[in-house]
C-alpha cells in the first residue's frame, strides 16, 4: 500500500519561504516520478511541480517557476518543495502525487496559507 505523509505547511507572509517535505512508504520508491500538486479552495487540482526518478529532470508550472523547486532523497524516501518569494495566489492545500501501475497515489495534503 503506498502512503504519502506531507508535512511543513502553514501560514507565512508574502515574500516568505516554506519548505514542504513528503514521506513515502508501500513502494520501491526510487523509480518512481514525483509530483507536487495543490488545489486552492474552489479551484481545480493542479500540477505544481514534479521530478524524475533520479532527479535529473525537474518540471514546474509556468506560475512557480524561479520560486519553487522540487528535490528528492531517494535514500530517505522523500520529496520536497522548496517555496520562496511566496504569493497569496499560493495558499492551497499542497499534496504529493506519484503514478503506481495506471493508479494514482495521494497523501492528505498540507494547508499552505500566503496572508499578511
Known amino acids: 500500500q503506498v502512503q504519502f505523509v506531507e508535512s511543513g505547511g502553514g501560514l507565512v507572509q508574502p515574500g516568505g519561504s516554506l519548505r514542504l517535505s513528503c514521506a513515502a512508504s508501500?513502494?520501491?520508491?526510487?523509480?518512481?516520478?514525483m509530483n507536487w500538486y495543490r488545489q486552492a479552495p474552489g479551484k481545480e487540482r493542479e500540477l505544481v511541480a514534479s521530478?524524475?526518478?533520479?532527479?535529473?529532470?525537474?518540471n514546474y508550472a509556468d506560475s512557480v517557476k524561479g520560486r519553487f523547486t522540487i528535490g528528492r532523497v531517494n535514500a530517505k524516501n522523500t520529496v520536497y518543495l522548496q517555496m520562496n518569494s511566496l504569493k497569496p495566489e499560493d495558499t492551497a492545500v499542497y499534496y504529493c502525487?506519484?503514478?503506481?501501475?495506471?493508479?494514482?497515489?495521494w497523501g492528505n495534503g498540507t494547508l499552505v496559507t500566503v496572508s499578511s
Open positions: 502525487n506519484t503514478i503506481k501501475d495506471g493508479m494514482n497515489f
Open positions: 508501500g513502494c520501491y520508491f526510487i523509480i518512481y516520478r
Open positions: 521530478i524524475s526518478s533520479a532527479g535529473g529532470t525537474r
